[in-house]
């Protein structure tokens, strides 16, 4: 059983940057898909980007261009970089796992983006 524990959420200023961690309990590198959700205040959890274990990524279009997820197999760790921040990007992001691709399974517990303008 994979467990995803996130770090790295905090205050930042728009136009600012942040790196989101997101640690692995099991080994990722047999892992399907890895991913990063975001949920706002009153709005739906929303897919922020994804990466399979070939390496494919995709990205919300709000994010495309200055988000960039990455995996470090050997340290079981996924990251999600982002840049040029907005306040719309404000919200709880998730680390999630689609270990056996059968959806998305296995969710962390979530941390805090909040930006400032």
């Known amino acids: 059983q994979v467990q995803l524990v996130e770090s790295g959420g905090g205050l930042v200023q728009a136009g600012g940057s942040l790196r989101l961690s997101c640690a692995a309990s099991?080994?990722?590198?047999?892992?399907?898909?890895l991913g990063w959700y975001r949920q706002a205040p009153g709005k739906q959890r929303e897919l922020v980007a994804a990466l399979t274990s070939g390496g494919t990524t995709n990205y919300a279009i709000s994010v495309k261009g200055r988000f960039t997820i990455s995996r470090d197999n050997a340290n079981d760790m996924v990251y999600l970089q982002m840049n040029s921040l907005k306040t719309e990007d404000t919200a709880v992001y998730y680390c999630a796992a689609d270990i056996r691709a059968a959806g998305w399974d296995t969710w962390g517990q979530g941390t805090q983006v909040t930006i400032s303008s």
């Open positions: 099991g080994r990722i590198f047999s892992i399907n898909r």
